[in-house]
């Protein structure tokens, strides 16, 4: 959601990476950092679809990684808000932001140990080569 809303801002985003001093400098990596954990949340969400639908052993290593990125995705949207915070006090802060990084970690540190763990998804997607 963070991802669609930062491209509806897309004059907000070129006046970053356009800007050559000032505050707008500052939020650069971390607001690149944030488009590319998006971009890879959605890929690596669409191929675990694809691997849970066609019952892939490969999504027990790919869910975990997934998952990772998720909560990674967040701490990176927990780090561009606070950058944005320093550089330009005077803007508003989205609260959101804070509580879906919250809940991405959390997501994590249950579904890593599921797939990991669980003989229902290990029955659900064998090894053919096993």
């Known amino acids: 959601m963070n991802l669609l809303q930062a491209l509806n801002e897309t004059d907000?985003?070129?006046?970053?990476?356009?800007?050559?001093?000032?505050?707008?400098?500052?939020?650069?990596?971390?607001?690149?950092?944030?488009?590319?954990?998006?971009?890879?949340?959605?890929?690596?969400?669409?191929?675990?679809?694809?691997?849970?639908?066609?019952?892939?052993?490969?999504?027990?290593?790919?869910?975990?990684a997934h998952y990772l990125i998720?909560?990674?995705?967040?701490?990176?949207?927990?780090?561009?808000?606070?950058?944005?915070?320093?550089?330009?006090p005077n803007t508003p802060s989205d609260p959101t932001v804070f509580s879906n990084a919250f809940r991405g970690i959390v997501i994590a540190c249950i579904w890593i140990p599921y797939f990991r763990v669980s003989k229902r998804v290990r029955n659900t997607f064998k090894n053919p080569t096993a």
């Open 12 to 64: 907000g985003l070129v006046a970053i990476f356009r800007a050559t001093s000032g505050p707008l400098v500052a939020i650069k990596v971390p607001t690149a950092l944030s488009l590319v954990a998006g971009g890879l949340v959605i890929a690596s969400g669409s191929y675990c679809l694809y691997l849970i639908f066609a019952k892939k052993h490969a999504i027990i290593n790919f869910a975990t």
């Open 70 to 88: 998720l909560a990674s995705a967040g701490l990176i949207d927990i780090w561009t808000v606070a950058t944005l915070q320093q550089a330009m």
